[in-house]
């Protein structure tokens, strides 16, 4: 168990420096060849297609899987605004890593079942699958090791998909702990309705089971303060779907944490102000990288090796305010130092 010390968070955050200029990539970055690939996995009995963008650089030996949240898409890896600062595929494919940028089941170009198929269960299990193509070399190219790397409930499924199956190398999960904010959860179920009657999704075809959030909710997401007004609205003009079941199905996985089977290296990434799972009577102390890195320790198997990042004045949406350099390269630096070169 370590903790990364407030030291080592000034140089990777510089946190003097909120709105410094993105950090630079390597000299040398490597070429990087992209590709949109289509996997098939099997939900519920059903064969269906699980879209994704493979991006290798040049010598890659570890790709990362990103798995997005709820109502959010392959976008929230690979922003589009000021992709220098903000797309985190881009700061992972310049410091060496692949990454396959997923678009879950029921999101962009991913199968839309009915929405009830979509479970916590079933996203894990379609997760596990392009894992599995990806060991066997079916997507393009051959990788040493494999990591997940999710956002919110993107994290909880990486979770759930490493204990149970037990064949990542590593995961990052960003914008969850395993003690919720019993209040923060309650106020965020508000933002949700049933997708085709926004205005977005309207004649989508989706089932009612489908759900987005209330026009003008995404600000919910952010710390004002260090964030650009640009990415909010552009969040909210590019913002998906998502379904009731994966969300109520969630729950018991961080009650009874499956993530005790997780033996591998792991960080947790937080905002400071993140309201779901910091900052409530029932939530992790995220007070410091070192107390949410104590209290995170204990839900994880005993050869896990546990760290933390609390990012100050950050919200849920932690790697899309203007620190997101920083925060990108503290994950990649991570990265790096647990797994070896990438």
């Given amino acids: 168990m370590r903790a990364l010390t407030h030291g080592a968070l000034a140089v990777l955050l510089g946190l003097s420096l909120s709105t ?10 490597p070429e990087v060849t992209c590709t949109d690939v289509s996997v098939p996995v099997t939900v519920a009995g059903t064969p269906m297609p699980m879209a994704g963008r493979l991006c290798v650089p040049a010598g890659a030996k570890v790709v990362q899987v990103l798995v997005h949240g709820i109502t ?5 890896w ?17 410091a060496g890593f692949a990454t396959l940028n997923l678009s879950r089941l029921g999101h962009g170009a991913s199968a839309h079942p009915p929405s009830v198929q979509i479970t916590h269960e079933a996203n894990a299990s379609s997760v596990h699958q392009v894992v599995q193509a990806l060991r066997r070399g079916e997507l393009g190219g051959r990788f040493d090791k494999v990591m997940l790397v999710g956002h919110s409930i993107g994290a909880l499924i990486s979770w759930l998909e490493a204990g149970t199956y037990r064949d990542v190398d590593a995961v990052v999960a960003t ?14 179920s508000l933002r949700y309705y049933p997708a085709p009657l926004d205005p977005k999704f309207v004649t989508s075809g ?8 209330l026009p003008g909710a995404r600000s919910a997401y952010y710390e004002a303060r260090n964030t650009d007004p640009a990415v909010i609205e552009l969040d909210e003009r590019l913002k998906e779907t998502g379904t009731q079941s994966e969300r109520f199905t969630a729950l018991p996985d961080i009650l009874f944490a499956q993530s005790k089977n997780i033996n591998v290296p792991v960080l947790v990434v937080v905002g400071r102000q993140e309201p779901e799972f910091c900052n ?4 992790a102390d995220c007070s410091s990288s070192e107390a949410l890195t104590a209290d995170e320790r204990p839900y994880y198997g005993p050869d896990a090796t546990v760290d933390a990042l609390v990012v100050p004045d950050a ?4 790697t899309l305010h203007r620190t997101a350099p920083q925060t990108n390269q503290a994950i990649l630096d991570w990265s790096a130092r647990r797994l070896g070169p990438a």
């Avoid at 914008?175 to 965020?188: M, R, W």
């Avoid at 919200?315 to 932690?318: L, Q, S």
């Fill in 206 to 213: 989706l089932d009612l089971g489908y759900v987005t959030t």
């Fill in 20 to 29: 410094a200029a993105p950090v630079a990539a390597r000299a040398a970055a």
């Fill in 78 to 94: 690979d922003f589009p605004y000021q992709p220098e600062r903000y797309s985190y595929v881009r700061a992972a494919n310049a």
């Fill in 280 to 283: 409530g009577l029932t939530s």
């Fill in 315 to 318: 919200n849920h949406n932690v």
């Fill in 175 to 188: 914008a969850v702990t395993h003690q919720a904010s019993l209040e923060g959860l309650a106020i965020d």
């Fill in 72 to 76: 959010w898409g392959q976008y929230y």
